[in-house]
């Protein structure tokens, strides 16, 4: 019995090993997975890496318009808004844009960069307040509060990264 165990355990990993395995961000979000939010990058691709002082921007394709806000963890937990509720067109959009008179700059900490868009098809009524330190849990939290008095269908939460050396 112990042997059978055995072989069908290596059979199934060698098996296992010849297979791709996808994943989606935000999938355990509940404003996550409706497909507004088509593409969400920073310019030099998820995972990149910036140094300190160097300037990123982020792209974001919508395949609606809407109202967009951008956020960003940082690897100590620290958060903060880099845009709020900005109208979008459907299509790609560069942030920040050239209207917004701003540059977004790498500083510290360094280590992993997240940033989320919050994406809803109307002009939230509600604002979003970032305060202290956010584990996992409290991110997707506050991420959801924010866009839960929108309807299933008219919200979408996306996260890319990037990493600070």
């Keep these: 019995m112990r042997t059978s165990l055995l072989l069908s355990a290596s059979a199934l990993a060698l098996g296992l090993s010849a297979c791709t395995v996808n994943?989606?961000?935000?999938?355990?979000?509940?404003?996550?997975?409706?497909?507004?939010?088509?593409?969400?990058?920073?310019?030099?691709?998820?995972?990149?890496?910036?140094?300190?002082?160097?300037?990123?921007?982020?792209r974001v394709t919508?395949?609606?318009?809407?109202?967009?806000?951008?956020?960003?963890?940082?690897?100590?937990?620290?958060?903060?808004?880099?845009?709020?509720n900005v109208p979008v067109q459907a299509g790609t959009n560069v942030f920040p844009r050239p209207q917004d008179g701003l540059t977004?700059?790498?500083?510290?900490?360094?280590?992993?960069?997240?940033?989320?868009?919050?994406?809803?098809?109307?002009?939230?009524?509600?604002?979003?307040?970032?305060?202290?330190?956010?584990s996992g849990g409290q991110w997707n939290a506050v991420s959801e509060q924010y866009v839960s008095p929108y309807a299933a269908a008219d919200r979408d939460i996306q996260e890319t990264y990037f990493f600070i050396r």
């Design 23 to 58: 994943v989606r961000p935000n999938t355990g979000l509940s404003g996550s997975g409706n497909n507004l939010i088509a593409d969400l990058r920073p310019d030099r691709g998820e995972g990149s890496t910036y140094a300190i002082g160097e300037q990123v921007r982020i």
């Design 62 to 84: 919508t395949r609606t318009p809407g109202y967009l806000t951008l956020i960003a963890l940082q690897e100590n937990g620290s958060a903060s808004i880099l845009v709020r």
């Design 104 to 134: 977004f700059t790498v500083g510290a900490p360094r280590g992993m960069q997240h940033v989320r868009a919050l994406f809803t098809r109307v002009r939230p009524t509600t604002d979003l307040v970032l305060r202290g330190t956010y």
